[in-house]
């Protein structure tokens, strides 16, 4: 099949930095008739690592993404065993699975946003470790799996919580997604999990942490004064709200805002900042080494 007009490929790329990668990717492009549409580059002097995202018209190119990405092997290759890379195609929609509890703010605003097609995705199920979400999520002809989780103080509590996590990550894997978005999913993901799931699972946290654990943060800082409230939206790893960070943006209070005032527009920042952070993440802006994020906007 012919690519359309406004089908893109995307290539992302990560090396140890050196001299001559841009001209390499460049010329080879070049040599094959690619039309770049995009191109950022970043390179980072704390780590010495190379960073680049290239976006190309599908249609420039006398192959398909398949072949694209066998001959861009070879350039990957001569950039050295550590280069990190990818190929993808826009034509090609990307899968998200997200997971929920109770709160509804955020997956109210993805499922809004998926619907009016502002998200570059295929949502294929919603997990939810309640099922009180179960019928907005089915409203929207999205199916919705109930996994249920032990209450704490079960005297099989740790072998229970094993068996759920058992059954909700068979039924992750069972759509293959290259998203996993946590959108209020309050529960803790296993290292082993945090493992199989790198570099796609996303969650969203207020940004008092570590100032304000535990329950009700935003009434934390309430009584504390403050006059900042923000979000932070992360890759997940077992370190709990420590992964790469993806996106991130805050606003102002004063003393005028009450605490439900502050819990509103905090509800409001996670809202925006998952959705940015899930838009970069299926559109290829997010580079990763280690701990360490390049975003392409």
């Known amino acids: 099949m012919d690519a359309t007009a406004d089908q893109r490929y995307v290539i992302t790329l990560s090396c140890p930095d050196t001299t001559g990668i841009v001209a390499r990717i460049a010329g080879f492009l070049a040599d094959a008739g690619g039309w770049i549409t995009e191109a ?12 680049t995202r290239q976006v190309v018209r599908a249609d420039s190119l006398p192959y398909g993404v398949d072949e694209l990405r066998d001959r861009f092997a070879e350039v990957a290759a001569e950039l050295g065993g550590q280069t990190d890379w990818t190929v993808t195609d826009t034509a090609v929609p990307k899968r998200a699975v997200l997971l929920v509890t109770k709160e509804p703010h955020c997956l109210h605003d993805l499922l809004g946003r998926v619907a009016a097609g502002e998200l570059p995705v ?25 996994v249920e989780f032990p209450p704490p103080g079960n005297v099989r509590y740790a072998v229970e919580k094993e ?8 039924l992750v894997e069972g759509y293959d997604p290259d998203a996993i978005v946590l959108a ?3 529960q803790i993901l296993p290292a082993q999990v945090c493992r199989a799931w790198a570099g796609r699972a996303l969650n969203i946290h207020h940004s008092f942490l570590p100032s304000f654990v ?4 935003y009434h934390q800082a309430y009584a504390r004064g403050v006059k900042l409230i923000g979000a932070t939206c992360h890759y997940v790893t077992p370190d709990l709200d420590a992964g790469p960070i993806i996106e991130q943006d805050v606003i102002r209070v004063d003393h005028s805002d009450t605490a439900s005032d502050m819990v509103r527009r905090g509800r409001d920042i996670e809202r925006l900042v998952l959705a940015r952070g899930l838009r970069w993440h299926l559109e290829d802006r997010v580079l990763v080494h280690g701990n360490k994020t390049v975003v392409f906007r």
Do not use: C
């Open 40 to 51: 950022g580059y970043h390179s980072d002097p704390d780590t010495g690592w190379f960073f």
């Open 122 to 146: 295929q949502l294929d199920a919603v997990i939810g470790n309640h099922d009180e979400l179960g019928g907005i999520v089915r409203a929207h002809g999205v199916p919705f799996h109930h």
């Open 163 to 170: 068996k759920a996590f058992d059954e909700l990550s068979g």
């Open 184 to 186: 209020r999913f309050m």
């Open 214 to 217: 535990g329950a009700r943060p």
